[in-house]
């Protein structure tokens, strides 16, 4: 049994109209100014017309002194000849949603509770959308992908379907009893993987060079769970295998030698680009201004677009220098998540080959599993501190080349990804080592009035505190909940109710859902990064709905902040 991805390639080719709407963000900056621009706006725009008509209609726009098209004018051109981002995306409403499903949140008895979780999952016709006709027609004409299906997107500025997102979104949608709309997200993450050999980023040309935390299985999994549809999973199967072969072979995988002389494979994030990434170029371009070697710089550009497939874009995680952004290295990282993803993975594919009555794949899966777990245990925990931690490899290293494990390697500072093995069940059916997790993360600074804490380093990266992010709360939560130990289920519920609590308070003086919290304070929006706080939003739904359904809220809790 093999899952061997396709031979790795350095950098994917540039498509025509992305190397066009660069130029126009460029122009556009030079233009309105820095103040309030989203290079994400331009890359988005879809053409009128065809690519040369546009072009050419561009070259023939007038100058001023210093270089720049005067704003009218490029204001005049880019209404003529653009359609504005999400014009190429229709509205539509979900055939499985209804106001009040059947047996919606049977645990939340609390009146007030009850009524906001109904307006969050009312959040999901806002949220619905579908390719329009002429992203089909014209592909050529458009940076969205024709998918399949009608999918849910987070929100805001993030007009398309994002990969682990989906994940979220997908619990959400399980407790909202919308088995179809969840379905239809995996069927269009199926299609992006079938197509391009990984799962994008997001459903964008753009993003065909990387990919995002591998939650496909998971999401799978959940819908089996719930809908027990076993074509779903004999169609998922697959293209599962090829998402474990692009994960775990080629500029992916590192391997490492213990003290013991025992090799693990493990696998790192690694983008196919080493350019400013489309959507944020000319913010990518400032950020790299002051390096001046082209290898270095090259370098740089690949390590953006790896840490934006890492879903922790940015944080002094991935930095040598907390203060420098051009010092991410995190090709240079083997990730204590990512492998706990991809152990997930494998038991998640050995599980739903058994469904499916394919005993050799799940007796194979079942052992590289072991492999994997064994391997994390080996390179990741340290027993001393009861966390898992990142581990550095040298500088472009070769996948070819074993590296020899050392301690001081591991990066020890508080990341609240040090305790997301916890939510794979080899880890989490572990007592003892659970109580020791347990123990760590209450001492660990992470733990704050409103969540946890991405990390300790208030760097203005928005992957750093004071920042708590939906996806991260619900990933330790669940960990510890489903584990053996009263401590950690003890704990999983204190933490839950704060989260609640500040998403409730946030929406009831905002009226919206945030993509992220400040965890200092409850009820307060999360910040850092380059652009405002985006509302909307997919995961943050989907993870007080599966919170809610999980846990409830009893009549007599409180739930404003304490």
Partial sequence: MTTSAPSPWPVDETAPLITFLELLQDAALATFGSKDFDPKFYIDLSLRFSLPVVEKAFNSLPKSRNGTVPPADLEGFIAKYFRSPGEDLVVVHPPDYVPEPEGFLPKVKHPGVRAWALEIHALWKNLSRGVSSSVRDQPELHTLLPLPEQFVIPGSRFREVYYWDSYWVIRGLLASKMYETAKGIVTNLIYLLDTYGHVLNGARVYYTNRSEPPLLSAMVRAIYSRTHDINLVKKAIPVLLKEHGFWTSGVHQIVVRDAHAESHCLSRYYAMWDKPRPESSTIDKESA??????????????????????????????????????????????????????????????????????????????????????????????????????????????????????????????????????????????????????????????????????????????????????????????????????????????????????????????????????????GAYGGGGKFVAQTGFGWSNGVVLAFLEEFGWPQDREIWCQ
């Fill in 289 to 522: 201004s002051n390096i001046s070697n082209g290898a270095e710089k090259r370098q740089f550009y690949r390590e953006v677009a790896s840490t934006a497939e890492s879903g922790w874009d940015f944080s002094t995680r991935w930095m040598r220098n907390p203060k420098d952004i051009t010092t991410l290295k995190t090709t240079s990282i083997l990730p204590v998540d990512l492998n706990a993803y991809i152990l997930g993975m494998e038991l998640d594919i050995s599980f739903l080959a058994k469904v499916a009555g394919n005993h050799s794949v799940t007796k194979h899966f079942l052992e590289v599993s072991k492999a994997r777990e064994k391997a994390i245990r080996a390179i990741f925990w340290n027993e001393t501190k009861g966390q898992w931690f990142d581990y550095w490899i040298n500088d472009h290293s070769s996948c070819k080349e074993a590296q020899l494990f050392e301690d001081g390697k591991q990066n020890q500072a508080a990341f609240a990804s040090n305790f997301i093995p916890l939510w794979i069940e080899p880890f989490s059916s572990d007592k003892k080592l659970t109580d020791k997790v347990v123990s760590s993360l209450r001492t660990s600074g992470l733990l704050l009035h409103a969540g946890i804490a991405t990390s300790l380093t208030n760097s203005g990266q928005q992957w750093d505190f004071p920042n708590g992010w939906a996806p991260v709360q619900h990933m330790i939560v669940e960990g510890l909940a489903s584990s053996g130990s009263s401590d950690a289920k003890s704990l999983a519920e204190e933490i839950m109710i704060r989260w609640i609590r500040t998403n409730y308070a946030a929406y009831k003086k905002m009226g919206v859902m945030y993509e992220k919290y400040d965890v200092e304070k409850c």
